[in-house]
């Protein structure tokens, strides 16, 4: 049954080519990334400005690698899996009840996340204590109405755990690879730093005016 909903005003999310070694020394070694050809995995950036939740208004930044999801025992299959491996909030209230009812990990500092929108692009840019994290932007295909049910999996020692997430709004998608992404050198995307990843992305999400929808985890 659903444990916490997250209406947002904006969300985007952005798939770029990394190296599979790397996506593989971020992930447990019960999961393995999805290739979208020959040691070349998936790195997912999302970033969501939610305007109503049980804490308030924040933003969201959340770095994951896309996984295989598991069949689920309550019915409808979910379309991707994601582990993030690395998120944080404007919100201290926001990341505490989110580690708790989900286990991700998340930046213990606050963030400050602008999103700027146009016709056809918008552009998100995030800071840490004053320090730039990531600048990427997607753009426009053709919008509709629609809903997304994926899968986020976590771990608290030696318990695996999955959630399932459902995502409603008004909705945009292409691989036109016309966005971009910018990584700065911030100790919060250390991981990242030196790796290859994409600077264009291969798939670009763009999301308005929906609700996040976050299930019960369940262990594995």
């Known amino acids: 049954m659903p444990v916490g909903q997250y209406d947002f005003r904006t969300g985007v999310s952005a798939f770029f080519e990394m190296a599979t070694?790397?996506?593989?020394?971020?992930?447990?070694?019960?999961?393995?990334?999805?290739?979208?050809?020959?040691?070349?995995?998936?790195?997912?950036?999302t970033a969501f400005l939610f305007?109503?939740?049980?804490?308030?208004?924040?933003?969201?930044?959340?770095?994951?690698?896309?996984?295989?999801?598991?069949?689920?025992?309550?019915?409808?299959?979910?379309?991707?899996?994601?582990?993030?491996?690395?998120?944080?909030?404007?919100?201290e209230r926001a990341r505490r009840q989110r580690a708790e009812l989900y286990h991700f990990r998340y930046l213990e500092k606050d963030i400050d996340a602008q999103f700027i929108e146009t016709d056809d692009r918008v552009r998100v840019r995030a800071w840490s204590v004053g320090e730039p994290?990531?600048?990427?932007?997607?753009?426009?295909?053709?919008?509709?109405?629609?809903?997304?049910?994926?899968?986020?999996?976590?771990?608290?020692?030696?318990?695996?755990?999955?959630?399932?997430?459902?995502?409603?709004?008004?909705?945009?998608?292409?691989?036109?690879?016309?966005?971009?992404?910018?990584?700065?050198?911030?100790?919060?995307?250390?991981?990242l730093l030196g790796r290859e990843v994409a600077v264009c992305p291969f798939r670009e999400h763009w999301l308005k005016n929906g609700t996040e929808v976050f299930y019960g985890l369940e262990s594995f």
Do not use: C
């Not at 109405?145 to 945009?172: D, K």
């Open 21 to 45: 070694p790397d996506a593989q020394a971020v992930l447990p070694a019960y999961l393995q990334p999805i290739e979208v050809r020959h040691q070349r995995s998936v790195l997912s950036v």
């Open 51 to 91: 305007d109503q939740s049980e804490v308030g208004p924040y933003t969201e930044l959340m770095f994951s690698v896309i996984v295989p999801p598991m069949v689920a025992e309550w019915g409808q299959h979910a379309k991707a899996g994601f582990y993030p491996f690395l998120a944080a909030t404007s919100s």
């Open 133 to 191: 994290v990531v600048d990427f932007s997607v753009t426009q295909g053709a919008w509709e109405s629609t809903s997304h049910l994926l899968q986020g999996f976590t771990s608290m020692g030696s318990q695996r755990y999955r959630t399932t997430v459902q995502i409603s709004g008004e909705y945009t998608m292409h691989e036109n690879e016309r966005g971009s992404m910018t990584l700065f050198p911030h100790p919060m995307i250390a991981p």
